[in-house]
């Protein structure tokens, strides 16, 4: 009973650290998503040094802690220009959950049929377009189940956020917990928020697959 009841007293204060976890994880998964298309493509490039490039990016992100990113964009960058505390989380997300996707989009784009690619271009279409038109819908529908994981992963990631000290969820249980040394009760409540988003996130990416899948029929 105690429990419910701290459910529905600290309820509003969980809710509103819902919604900046929730924005944030928007913000993070929308500029790592265009990070990871761009690397995806350099990725497959022709040219070496497109390669390359790519190469060194993902190499770099996936060889390093993501709290260190972290720390490199708020506390280092900021030495240069003060992003805040909301975007230098979601840069710092972004650009490490952007290496992970670029590797899911470049396997969705080399899964298709070079043949749709070669009958495109004898149509007339340049490789942009075609890429745009033929390609990229039809690798987008492929990754959907890998990019819906890196989308809950990163969700979870944003509880990185409280070591700058930002009003997201788990902050939030940390502070209550510190203030009223009910550790139990407020980490529980917050993993319960935690759990709700997922379910939630979980059910959409399922629906939307389910949907593409009716379409491709």
Do not use: C
Not at 73 to 88: C, K, N, P, R, T
Not at 175 to 195: H, K, Q
Not at 196 to 204: H, N, Q, V
């Amino acid at each position: 009973m105690h429990f419910l009841s701290d459910l529905i007293t600290y309820g509003p204060f969980f809710f509103k650290a819902m919604q900046v976890t929730v924005l944030l994880t928007a913000a993070s998964i929308t500029i790592g998503m265009a990070i990871g298309l761009l690397f995806a493509l350099l990725k497959i490039s022709k040219r070496k040094l497109f390669n390359r490039i790519a190469d060194i990016y993902i190499g770099l992100i996936r060889g390093t802690p993501l709290i260190v990113q972290l720390f490199f964009v708020y506390f280092g960058l900021a030495e240069i220009v003060d992003f805040g505390q909301f975007w230098s989380a979601s840069i710092a997300l972004a650009v490490h959950s952007g290496a992970y996707i670029a590797e899911i989009f470049r396997a969705g784009i080399q899964s298709i049929d070079r043949g749709q690619m070669e009958a495109a271009r004898s149509l007339g279409m340049s490789y942009p377009l075609a890429m745009r038109r033929i390609i990229l819908p039809q690798a987008f529908k492929r990754v959907i189940p890998p990019l819906g994981n890196q989308f809950i992963i990163g969700l979870k990631d944003s509880s990185l956020a409280a070591f700058i000290a930002m009003d997201e969820l788990f902050h939030l249980a940390q502070r209550f917990a510190a203030s009223t040394f009910r550790s139990m009760e407020f980490y529980a409540m917050g993993g319960l928020y935690y759990l709700f988003l997922i379910t939630i996130f979980t059910l959409a990416v399922n629906a939307l697959e389910r949907r593409l899948k009716v379409d491709e029929i």
